[in-house]
């Protein structure tokens, strides 16, 4: 039996199923696992001096950058401990990851990503009786690298014993009141080629459906421990539509008064319009959507496969479900001018979007990791910089400098909104004086509602990477 200790960083404020699942595969193979979440954890040092084998989940940027401060620690605490990272930013950062600078050991001996519990359970195994890693499918180190692990495999229940309780964890809000909210997923990896998107160098437009009865026992366990709601963090939850279908529709027969969210496209949403009704019916209440700009440019470029036009369309539908939407935003490019931020901001004003867009939202700046889709754009020369390998992202620069200060003022005054409780509205108003100002012009004038509704339903993290 070995000591494993499975860390998670940061995951949208949500109980980590990056914890759960490989926890799940790797005891029922007989390992003793300890996990560590540190979005709202400390980090064990007795459980790191005591692992023989720790793995760092990074399923997002955010995580990644913490995930490097943890592999330092766990380096210093125990030197022996064989340290995988795990999840879309391992395999877009290995170079970084694996690589020994200045004399010092390398953060990782080794990174897995795709369908990552198998090869990580074979892993454990293999560095337990002195093999090598690099024979072990899906699994890359310095001294070689293997693919990312597509294979379909058989998935036990999460295993969430350990983990922090759903109350440490983002909530569902509606109608002024807060609620648990639990986390799952029907489906892993997606069919679609978003040339922006972390998942594309990851599963090349391949996706993966969980089994049903696999799903619906995750959501059982966690209605018992207090989800009132439950979020489908799937990357696309109708790249599958009969099988969300069928997930949703157990959900609903089980627990019909369970609410949920999930993600979807645009063009999703007007290719199965027909389904969002029954979805509302049965217990959905907001969709979140990759909007990411108003600019016909900007969306052929980051081959999001709609127009505004779908967008207005789209909200058209969720409006006639009785569903709300979250939109999200990439507002700032190395092609987006300032008159695209400005109609950008004027669009949503004028779909009456104000609460539904997060502060946040207004200020993300395009991150371009270690083999995106983007780099292989025949244009990539013109605008990317240099690989900012401990950010994770190559550099670039707007050529309008003002497009890179009002990112710059724009973020500060969504971290102010964010510590405070300032009303979307007033903010909104802020950022438009900022934006209108800095073209010279005078900021639209419109009046905020003197009794504004209650907020639309949402989750309490705002944050997506």
Request: with cysteine; glycine share 8%; net charge negative.
């Given at each position: ?23 799940a595969f ?19 040092e ?69 369908e ?28 070689g ?140 209440r ?7 700009a ?85 244009d ?37 909104a964010?510590?405070?409780?300032s ?43």
């Amino acid at each position: 039996m070995n000591q494993v200790l499975l860390i998670a960083c940061y995951e949208l404020g949500h109980q980590p199923l990056s914890l759960a699942w490989p926890a799940a595969f790797l005891r029922e193979d007989g390992q003793q696992v300890t996990t560590c979440d540190l979005a709202v954890e400390t980090l064990d040092e007795a459980a790191v001096r005591a692992a023989d084998f720790v793995g760092i989940a990074v399923p997002m940027h955010t995580a990644m950058r913490l995930g490097v401060q943890a592999a330092r620690e766990v380096r210093a605490l125990n030197p022996e401990a064989h340290i995988c990272f795990y999840g879309l930013y391992a395999w877009l950062n290995a170079d970084y990851l694996l690589q020994a600078e200045n004399g010092q050991r390398a953060l990782a001996d080794s990174v897995i990503a795709g369908e990552y519990e198998a090869p990580l359970r074979e892993l454990v195994r293999t560095v337990a009786q002195g093999g090598s890693a690099l024979d072990v499918g899906g699994v890359s180190t310095a001294a070689g690298r293997n693919g990312t692990y597509l294979e379909r495999l058989s998935f036990p229940l999460p295993d969430r014993r350990g983990l922090p309780s759903l109350d440490q964890y983002a909530r569902y809000m509606y109608d002024g009141r807060a609620v648990a909210a639990g986390y799952v997923e029907a489906s892993r990896g997606c069919l679609h080629t978003c040339q922006h998107c972390p998942v594309v160098p990851v599963y090349g437009g391949r996706f993966f459906v969980m089994p049903l009865e696999t799903v619906l026992a995750d959501i059982r366990q966690q209605v018992a421990q207090g989800a009132r709601h439950i979020t489908f963090g799937d990357p696309d939850f109708l790249n599958g539509p009969g099988h969300a279908m069928k997930v949703a529709r157990a959900l609903h027969k089980e627990f019909p008064g369970l609410t949920f969210d999930f993600t979807t496209k645009v063009e999703h949403i007007l290719e199965r319009r027909s389904l969002f009704g029954e979805l509302r019916e049965m217990g959905a209440r907001f969709v979140v959507s990759a909007f990411e700009a108003t600019s016909e440019d900007i969306l052929r470029r980051l081959q999001k496969g709609h127009t505004v036009e779908d967008m207005e369309t789209a909200l058209a539908i969720l409006d006639e479900a009785g569903l709300h939407v979250q939109p999200t935003w990439l507002p700032f490019t190395p092609w987006t001018t300032l008159d695209d931020y400005l109609h950008m901001l004027q669009w949503i004003r004028e779909q009456e979007l104000i609460q539904h867009v997060p502060a946040v939202q207004l200020s993300i700046r395009l991150l371009v990791p270690p083999n995106s889709a983007l780099l292989d754009h025949a244009d990539a020369h013109e605008w990317v910089g240099e690989l900012d390998r401990e950010n994770f992202t190559y550099r670039w620069q707007h050529p309008d400098p003002c497009m890179d200060e009002l990112q710059q003022r724009v973020a500060r005054l969504a971290e102010a909104a964010g510590e405070g409780s300032s009303s979307p509205y007033r903010v909104f108003a802020e950022v438009e004086r900022l934006a209108y100002g800095m073209a010279g012009k005078p900021a639209p004038q419109w009046q905020a509602p003197l009794t504004p509704d209650l907020p639309p339903p949402r989750l309490t993290e705002d944050w997506f990477c």
